[in-house]
């Protein structure tokens, strides 16, 4: 039997994981199938699939070892039936009905005894559509990978997909990197990211030094650009989380959003930032509890220099979302400002410095996070992370993909993450929150299609 021994990013995530918080990631993927298909095509799809009974890695993998000690292994009793569901929606099976399932089904662990990963296909949309919803552990993928796998199960043609393997047997490529959490702590986040400091060399650390010293100088000088985990203000996105979660989704246009990078010499990333902070706005304006200091949002930033899809590779910027500005051109400026300022710092590092630079800013936060000592402050206020995605329609089992949704963590502190994937021809954004204490988070999609609409109006 294969032993593969868990590596401290990997028992970091299992050991974080707690009743009120999972540490799965999944995605929400929304197909159109073929023009000819029968009645029972879902059924008929479900009945296929149950028979794809062998799974590669890393959806073979279980945990073993004791209670302190875990390592991978091979399941050698793989039971498709534990992780293939076949599902319907209520009628009338709207697409509301839709993500209240995904919100109950995203809310619960996954079982340690199996392989850590659960696949749904779901039929009964009122407009024919069928959906597929998949959740892993991020101790195996970080979100990138996890695009990365679902993508392989599918394909540029219909007739091509008809012959890709179902999404477990897909086979990956193994990542030899091992960065920091997601929402990083100054434990083996930036215990790993030291070590790969030292390993990439001595010379090394006087560039990330470097960095650090222009950027907290900086932030001594109250440029507003240059941002510290100790700035952003506390808010109801910084609270302790419930157990139940909150999922919605919705797709915009891609041209849109590239008139408007366009316009203001920006990224599609940067126009993201600029309304999320106007959604953000809206939404904490509404519930009486805005800050007066603009909100801070950590940014994944991939530093995956392969095409490998398994393991956990990113690191992090700190963006303003400027949600003190009522102006969305000076809020569009001021996000691609803050921006440009952590990119500007990237780019004088190789991928170990980066990492290194990442932990050591986000560590005096996190201390103060971890301990309490700071009531006003906190290392940030929510997680907006932009996974790219396919760059061509695609299709799976004979079906067009028409959305593909993230669905990410919500862990004490951080109620709320937003996640979005960027296609040929949408973004796709997916937002989980805490449900108890964010209510009716759903409207921020309005509100991101409000702000969209200022910027163009801006634009033109």
């Known amino acids: 039997m294969a032993v593969k021994r868990l590596s401290p990013i990997d028992t970091a995530f299992l050991l974080m994981e707690r009743r009120q918080q999972p540490l799965h ?11 000819d298909a029968p009645p029972d095509f879902a059924g008929q799809l479900a009945e296929r699939l149950r028979h794809e009974t062998q799974a590669a890695a890393p959806f073979n993998r279980r945990l073993g070892g004791g209670v302190a000690l875990k390592y991978w292994i091979e399941d050698p009793d793989f039971d498709i039936a534990h992780h293939f569901v076949h599902l319907a929606l209520p009628k009338p099976g709207r697409i509301r009905e839709l993500l209240a399932m995904i919100s109950r089904v995203h809310s619960a662990h996954l079982d340690r005894a199996y392989p850590l990963w659960r696949t749904y296909l779901i039929e009964g949309l009122e407009d024919g559509r069928i959906a597929l919803y998949s959740k892993i552990h991020h101790s195996l993928v970080d979100g990138v990978a996890g695009i990365r796998l679902m993508m392989k199960s599918m394909a540029a043609t219909v007739e091509e997909s008809l012959r890709v393997p179902a999404p477990w047997g897909v086979r990956t490529r193994k990542s030899a990197f091992a960065p920091p959490l997601p929402i ?8 790993n990211a ?3 400091l030292a390993g990439s060399g001595y010379e090394s650390v006087p560039a990330v030094y ?8 900086d932030a001594r000088q109250q440029h507003p650009e240059a941002l510290t985990s100790l700035q952003a203000p506390r808010c109801i996105l910084n609270q302790k989380v419930c157990g139940s979660r909150r999922f919605a989704a919705q797709s915009y246009a891609t041209p849109r959003i590239k008139a408007i990078a366009q316009a203001f010499g920006a990224t599609s990333n940067d126009v993201v ?3 999320c902070g106007g959604a953000l706005r809206r939404y904490l304006l509404d519930l009486n509890a805005l800050p007066e200091r603009p909100l801070i949002a950590i940014v994944p930033v991939s530093i995956r220099r392969d095409d490998s899809d398994s393991g956990n590779e990113v690191s992090f910027a700190l963006a303003s979302l400027a949600t003190h500005l009522a102006d969305p051109v000076a809020r569009m400026q001021a996000v691609k400002a803050s921006m440009d300022y952590a990119k500007a710092r990237f780019r004088e590092m190789s991928p170990a410095q980066v990492l ?10 996190a201390l103060a996070w971890l301990t309490g000592l700071d009531r006003k402050s906190t290392i940030a206020n929510t997680v907006i992370s932009h996974v790219p995605g396919p760059r061509q329609p695609m299709y799976w089992q004979g079906c067009r993909l028409d959305g593909l949704y993230p669905a990410s963590l919500v862990l004490d502190d951080f109620a709320l993450n937003i996640t979005l994937i960027s296609r040929h021809d949408f973004v796709d954004f997916g937002i989980i929150a805490c449900r108890k204490n964010l209510p009716r988070v759903q409207r921020l999609l309005d509100h991101i299609e409000e702000a969209l609409v200022e910027l163009e109006g801006a634009v033109r």
């Open 25 to 35: 990631v999944g995605a929400l993927a929304l197909f159109q199938p073929p023009s």
């Open 184 to 191: 990083p702590t100054p434990g083996a986040g930036s215990f």
């Open 194 to 196: 030291l070590m790969r």
């Open 210 to 217: 470097r960095q650090l010293r222009q950027t907290f100088r």
């Open 273 to 275: 930032l600029a309304l």
């Open 356 to 365: 290194a630079y990442s932990a050591a800013l986000l560590t005096p936060g």
